[in-house]
T-cell receptor, first 112, second 111 residues
Framework: NAGVTQTPKFQVLKTGQSMTLQCAQD?????MSWYRQDPGMGLRLIHY???????DQGEVPNGYNVSRSTTEDFPLRLLSAAPSQTSVYFC???????????FGQGTRLTVV | GIQVEQSPPDLILQEGANSTLRCNFS?????LQWFHQNPWGQLINLFY???GTKQNGRLSATTVATERYSLLYISSSQTTDSGVYFC?????????????FGKGITLSVRP
């Protein structure tokens, strides 16, 4: 019973490098989303998807790209990492938008 | 957008004590969840409770949607209850079904 799986758990990047945070769910959920958690600012929505082939921006999308080619996977790409992207990233999924959301274990990213 | 306020911001309990955590929100909601973020950073689902009352072991939650608040009750607290408790809501005024989180309540349970 895997639920929502994120990889890697920890990552250190140099400024300007690119990378992809992986997110997979095995619950056949249509809605998936990415949040970042920063001290004092709570969790904020980066991008979301209501189904395969459909993605849209959340409140803090700059510097990130997403795609959704399958129901199961929703990767988050950092195009050119910046120190301001140092954060903990969470992927979540739910049957549909507004339904109970389930979160992955998070990825702690440090950009130096 | 919708505002979510949690109180108190910090709580220290002796093991075995009971506590009540509060979540106020500024507008009508269609989803309300309580999460526990453990010391390892993992977000654990406690309750999905847009209205009514639910219980799960020592924890229970009540949401009064018409008065825009929710309460999380922890009875006979244990050290493993320590961590941060988040309330999060979804309002359908926006198209993205975004979960809006409160700032969290940091709970420390001492042995």
């Amino acid at each position: 019973n895997a639920g929502v799986t994120q990889t890697p758990k920890f990552q250190v990047l140099k400024t300007g490098q690119s990378m992809t945070l992986q997110c997979a769910q095995d619950m056949n959920h249509e809605y998936m989303s990415w949040y970042r958690q920063d001290p004092g600012m709570g969790l904020r929505l980066i991008h979301y998807s209501v189904g395969a082939g459909i993605t849209d921006q959340g409140e803090v999308p700059n510097g990130y790209n997403v795609s959704r080619s399958t129901t199961e996977d929703f990767p988050l790409r950092l195009l050119s990492a910046a120190p301001s992207q140092t954060s903990v990233y969470f992927c979540a999924s739910s049957v549909q938008g507004g339904a109970e959301a389930f979160f992955g274990q998070g990825t702690r990213l440090t950009v130096v | 957008g919708i505002q979510v306020e949690q109180s108190p911001p910090d709580l220290i309990l002796q093991e075995g004590a009971n506590s009540t955590l509060r979540c106020n929100f500024s507008d009508s909601v269609n989803n309300l969840q309580w999460f526990h973020q453990n010391p390892w950073g993992q977000l654990i689902n406690l309750f999905y409770i847009p209205s009514g009352t639910k219980q799960n072991g020592r924890l229970s939650a009540t949401t009064v949607a018409t008065e825009r608040y929710s309460l999380l009750y922890i009875s006979s607290s244990q050290t493993t209850d320590s961590g941060v408790y988040f309330c999060a809501v979804v309002d359908y005024t926006g198209a993205n079904s975004k979960l809006t989180f409160g700032k969290g309540i940091t709970l420390s349970v001492r042995p």
